[in-house]
């Protein structure tokens, strides 16, 4: 079976505003490739709204409807189709490439951006680096008493062009052309022997971040509002009787940004393969996600312990896939957002830029923030600390405020 290239993404791009447009994959099959899909896709600012999925564990055949995740967002569909190509196991990579000086693997590069600061600064930066497909992977940002603000983003680029002049002037220009007379000096420069630095967080944040309680079935935590608690159910069945193959994996819950990533996420990481699956979501905001899966070793998963283990931790990266919430740091008060690392060493997308534009809608303005990876006993995190200027309507002295904070960075995030 063969497919030319080309064929092997298509994208059929919404003729109105409001309807979904349809991403087709039709490509040679490997454990994990739905949740690389999903990844790339929700890099680009969308969201699956519908989804079939389908594969003989050589070819697979996968078709999402996205929308976008915000309006604000520009999608660059021609640079979706190639990144989706890129990952397809037959395809060469990268699709980007200079015939004159070929960078020979993926670089970390420092972009140094300095400038004055005001309100919304940082999140208007980062919209800029995800429309350029600029993925940022440490950052350090600070502000000094004057009002200046010194930007340091680790990034990589989708495109992998940024060892070329033209791609960095691109970047400085559209960066400046976003922020106008505020921009004082941009700089590129390669970031040799980058490593992602290590968030050493205090003993009584990292314990309330990373613990969560198991109550009546769910697990909960007292840092959700009501109506949040209300909406954070998920139901997971396993059914072995419907295929003698396949084991039936079905999951009802309340749709959310990312949702169909963090289950494919917590699969992949299982090294459990997918053999078909169907995912919609109704006009009331719930999802129904019907998955026939199996083991590595394509047997069914029939061990009670192995499903207990399999529902609960996809019950834990739905309702939780993400933790936030705000503690003092000496005299100062920080914002805490973690979530955890792929098996493969990847991140979340987009987590940078929906805080950020949670606090630029709140008024509220970042002092510094930093990007660091923070190890317990199960598995890895990412943790984005950001160090707040008090507000006078939001006095971060105030548990109130603190709470409508927290909880407004969660409903960004969730896209609740």
Request: include cysteine; glycine fraction near 6%.
């Amino acid at each position: 079976m063969g497919v030319a290239s080309d064929d092997m993404v298509m994208i059929e791009v919404a003729k109105r505003a409001g309807e979904p447009s349809v991403v087709t994959v039709n490509c040679p099959d490997q454990t994990g490739l739905g949740c690389d899909i999903c990844r790339v896709i929700l890099e680009f600012g969308l969201c699956i709204t519908r989804g079939d999925v389908s594969t003989d564990g050589r070819w697979c055949y996968v078709v999402f409807w996205v929308v976008k995740v915000s309006a604000s967002m520009n999608i660059q569909w021609e640079n979706l189709k190639n990144r989706l190509m890129s990952i397809c196991p037959s395809c060469p990579i990268p699709f980007y490439f200079d015939l004159v000086n070929p960078p020979t693997s993926a670089q970390v590069y420092l972009l140094k951006l300095f400038s004055v600061d005001r309100k919304g600064l940082l999140h208007d930066v980062t919209q800029v680096l995800c429309e350029l497909e600029l993925l940022i992977h440490w950052v350090k940002v600070s502000t000094t008493p004057d009002g200046r603000v010194v930007d340091l983003f680790f990034i990589t680029d989708g495109m992998e062009l940024l060892h070329t002049k033209a791609r960095q002037d691109e970047t400085c220009e559209r960066l400046i052309a976003v922020l106008g007379e505020n921009v004082n000096r941009c700089e590129i420069q390669l970031a040799e022997d980058f490593e992602h630095g290590v968030s050493s967080l205090p003993l009584v944040a990292a314990e309330e971040l990373f613990s969560l309680e198991l109550c009546d079935g769910e697990f909960c935590s007292h840092k959700l509002s009501p109506d949040m608690k209300k909406l954070r159910k998920a139901n997971v069945n396993i059914d072995n009787s419907l295929s003698p193959s396949h084991t039936l994996l079905q999951i009802q819950c309340v749709d959310q940004k990312g949702l169909l990533y963090d289950i494919m996420r917590t699969l992949k990481d299982c090294d459990i393969q997918i053999a078909y699956g169907r995912f919609l979501s109704d006009m009331k905001g719930s999802r129904e996600v019907d998955l026939f899966i199996q083991q590595t070793d394509g047997k069914k998963i029939v061990d009670p312990v192995k499903q207990d283990i399999l529902s609960s931790r996809l019950r834990l990266e739905m309702l939780h896939p993400m933790r936030v919430m705000i503690a003092n740091r000496g005299p100062d008060i920080e914002l805490l957002v973690a979530n955890p690392v792929e098996v493969s060493g990847k991140g979340r997308p987009l987590v940078f830029y929906h805080v950020t534009l949670a606090l630029k809608l709140l008024g509220i303005c970042i002092f510094s923030a930093e990007i660091g990876r923070h190890k317990t006993s199960e598995r890895q995190w990412e943790v984005y600390r950001f160090l707040l200027d008090d507000s006078l309507e939001l006095p971060l002295a105030n548990s109130q405020s603190r709470s409508q904070i927290v909880d407004r960075v969660r409903r960004t995030l969730m896209g609740l």
